[in-house]
């Protein structure tokens, strides 16, 4: 059997079940929860369903055989910043804050890959669902790599983006700019129950007794969600050290996960751990 791996250096996000779950950022609570402003009329985009009867045809010819990522989402490539969406409210003397609302029709998910986007010193972006009981945030610059940001999965077929913009950065703004719109029509669960029992006859099953001994790396194991010109994504894969013993957050995935990057397209991560909470 041939093998191709592929070593990634990751920006590493620790999720989990929560009733109020903030599982990608810094923490903290959104402003927009404290302001009176009713979230119903935020402007709202509006993205009709793709085909799913047509992408999940797609998705049976390619699924279980290694050759590209379990593809979750379809991309709505867009255009969206301050300048053309979303409403601005004055909090005074305590800033402003810019928010918008996404649906997409019958989505299982939305998440989003942000470009061009700078968050200076003090600004802070989050992203929520309506009923405030799911938060991503709050992103910093140290979250943005060249410009971008591709985010988890926010639950339901409507998210709320919130920038807010501190007293001192009234006059420096920053730049938040989506460029796409991931429609989940598969979710995770269905990706890990439609992954059990697909393994080569070569792999070793974590939970049988082959693992005996080796539970520390068994720790290791990472889901990992890519977003590339073929679509968006789940792929597995695995944390690994290097001989320094820095601790550099390199990744070890098959190259397949990567489907796309080969033709020079731009890819984007993330990589969540699940943990099974009280059972740590």
Known sequence: MKNTALLLLATLILSGSFSYAQIHGNG????????????????????????IDA?????????????APWRFGYNNYTDLDFNNSGRWINLGENGRLWQLKITCEQAQTVNLMFTKTQIPEGNLLYLYNPEKTFVL??????WIYEGSLFTELVPGSTLIVEYYVSPE?????????????????RTAKEFQEKAFGGS??????????????????IRSAVMLASNSSAGSGFCSGALINNTANDGKPYVLTANHCASGINAGATISWFFPFQLAIGNL
């Not at 402003?31 to 985009?45: H, Q, T, Y």
């Not at 992408?55 to 050759?67: F, H, N, P, S, Y």
């Not at 420096?172 to 429609?183: F, P």
């Open 55 to 67: 992408l999940r045809a797609e998705d049976a010819e390619v699924d279980g055989k290694g050759i």
């Open 137 to 142: 945030g709050a992103f910093t610059q140290n």
């Open 28 to 51: 903290g609570t959104p402003i927009g929860f404290k302001v009176a402003e009713d979230l119903k009329s935020i402007p709202n985009v509006y993205f009709s369903s793709p085909d």
């Open 169 to 185: 950065n009234i006059n420096n703004r920053g730049n938040i700019h989506i460029e796409q719109v991931v429609h989940g029509y």
């Open 200 to 217: 080569a006859s070569c792999n070793m099953n974590v939970a049988c007794s082959d693992a005996n001994g080796w539970e520390d790396q």
